[in-house]
């Protein structure tokens, strides 16, 4: 302090003028310039900014505010982000739909398959019993809901036409249409939050299929026998082959015998109201020359042009056999693609692989030996024909090589030990893969699953090992991210045998009942050649649209 008070004394009075004025001039326009410098480094300086630290601005989509500003700068270009409400308006959305106990979310349409409403507007969020009892509706193949009181017993007829709800007390026939002998309930108004709805309506807890299980290396495979399985050492084929005697007792109808059995397949597919598919593997067609191939491609147009047919597979477990390069899939991919989307403008494309590497996980001679099996169908090489972008879709076959998978083993994590490559780790050890690989950033990936046929008469399954089954085969790869899964095997021939989903005749066994329980209906396709049936095109297609949305039809 005496330091600086000599300093001051020391000064002249000039200086201590031209100290003063100095200060002054820092004061008047260097902190304001300092403070415009950087507007919004402190809370409160940027223009029009409030004061107060304590109240936030809400985001506003209409400044350009948005999701992907709180991902960072790296984020892949393929993730898209917005928002669906604004997060300001999300208090908003979330009270309109729950107002009146969720009575709007009854009014809103479509509603699903099966749902349950409380007879009595019930506060669901403070009790689990409906007020007055319940009412369990479920979908008719005609649209309408079948619906029964279970407090009364009464069963009435319900649907939504327009905007408008009509109510049968009696079964309504295939002509019934609105203006057919129905009454209307009127249509919804706008609710007021005072207001008092007919019915909450809740999601049947059957309606959620539970939870798959997980599996670990050293599991038992759930298959009773694994001689049941396609050989790993051959490709099942799509296309079966018909047997020289009829497969069964029951007689086709007289459609199925005249005319052609693809147009009657797909007939039968729109009255099952499942989305179709055409399918054919045309690789040895390609190999066999240009005019062979554009026959092929000729059948394969003519199928997929009729009314219903929404995408064409033209390639099934691509690479595993017939071509002898990458550069001639490439071709094969291109000329293929490139003809259908010019004849079939609109038209889904889609193709089969296989990767047997994927199975294998970390067991590095797993590995080698499927890579030098398949030389043309490595992870590398399917990515590259994937790549090319000639499809939207693709399936990759699973189910296969139970044999040769089982010849390798993995530690097992929790004991250290080292176990065989079950079926059920070689599934979860693929799509854990795929899902790594990024492959659904190029094209939509699905499973054909070749696991849950079975050969003979009867499937060899009771209900818990075909819980079991289901979960190892389907729940995996749903869990790690699959939209859906195509079942191999309705009646199909291969390597001498032939193989079921259900059982001869169309009984039904523990594994499609299972199947048709959990409702996997929209999760679920099945591959069918209309020239290799139990008991006839229709039959068969209505029999397995009981637990399958989507059918593949072969030609």
Not at 97 to 104: N, P, Q, V
Not at 217 to 233: C, K
Not at 343 to 370: D, H, T, W
Not at 400 to 429: E, N
């Amino acid at each position: 302090m005496n330091k600086v008070r000599k300093f001051f004394q020391a000064m002249t009075r000039r200086e201590k003028r031209f100290a003063a004025a100095g200060i002054v001039v820092a004061l008047v326009v260097c902190v304001p310039v300092m403070a415009v410098a950087e507007p919004g480094l402190v809370h409160g300086s940027a223009p029009g900014e409030p004061v107060d630290p304590g109240v936030e601005q809400a985001l506003a989509v209409e400044r350009g505010d948005s999701c992907r500003d709180m991902l960072p700068d790296d984020t892949p270009t393929f993730v898209v982000c917005r928002w669906l409400s604004a997060p300001q308006d999300a208090a908003d959305v979330a009270s309109f739909w729950m107002t009146d106990d969720g009575a709007r979310l009854e009014q809103a349409q479509p509603l699903p398959p099966r749902y349950v409403r409380c007879n009595q507007p019930t506060d669901l969020s403070k009790t689990t019993a409906c007020k007055g009892g319940q009412t369990n509706c479920a979908q008719q193949p005609d649209g309408w809901y079948k619906c029964r009181n279970m407090a009364t017993g009464t069963i009435t007829f319900e649907r939504t036409v327009n905007g408008e709800r009509q109510i049968r007390t009696t079964a309504p026939t295939a002509s019934t249409g609105p203006s057919s002998s129905v009454t209307p309930r009127a249509r919804p108004t706008k609710m007021s939050s005072t207001s008092s709805p007919p019915a909450t309506l809740t999601i049947a807890p059957s309606a959620i299929a539970p939870p798959a299980s997980d599996t670990s290396p050293g599991q038992p495979s759930t298959r009773p026998d694994q001689s049941q399985a396609p050989r790993p050492d051959q490709q099942p084929t799509t296309a079966t082959t018909p047997s020289a005697t009829p497969t069964s007792s029951g007689a086709a109808p007289p459609s199925d015998q005249a005319g052609d059995p693809v147009a009657a397949a797909i007939t039968a597919a729109r009255t099952a109201r499942l989305r179709i598919w055409i399918e054919s593997d045309l690789a040895d067609d390609f190999k066999a020359g240009q005019a062979q191939f554009r026959a092929a491609l000729r059948t394969l147009i003519n199928a997929a042009s009729r009314p219903g047919v929404i995408g064409i597979k033209f390639a099934d477990n691509l690479g595993y056999t017939s071509f002898t390069s990458e550069d001639e899939i490439k071709d094969f991919l291109r000329q293929a693609s490139g003809a259908l989307r010019a004849a079939l403008p609109g038209k889904r494309l889609a193709i089969g692989v296989v990767v047997p590497e994927l199975g294998c996980g970390a067991a590095a001679g797993c590995v080698a030996a499927m890579r030098a099996k398949a030389p043309l169908a490595t992870k590398k090489l399917v990515e590259r024909y994937i790549k090319t972008s000639a499809v939207e879709q693709v399936y990759v076959s699973n189910g296969l090589f139970a044999s040769a998978y089982r010849q390798h083993q993995l530690r097992d994590p929790k004991t250290g030990k080292q176990q065989p490559v079950t079926p059920a780790v070689a599934t979860r050890a693929q799509w854990l893969s795929i899902k790594a690989l990024g492959w659904d950033t190029l094209a939509q990936i699905s499973s054909r699953e070749y696991g849950l046929a079975h050969s003979g008469p009867a499937a060899p399954w009771d209900d818990a090992q075909a819980t079991a089954q289901i979960n190892a085969y389907i729940g995996t790869v749903i869990g790690v991210g699959a939209p859906t899964v195509t079942l191999w095997g309705h009646n199909a021939v291969d390597g001498g045998r032939t193989y079921r989903l259900l059982d001869a005749d169309l009984a039904m066994n523990p594994m499609w009942s299972q199947l048709i329980r959990q409702q996997l209906r929209e999760r679920l396709s099945v591959v069918f050649d209309p020239r290799s049936t139990e008991l006839g095109i229709h039959q068969d297609i209505a029999a397995l649209g009981k637990a399958a949305s989507e059918i593949f039809i072969v030609v």
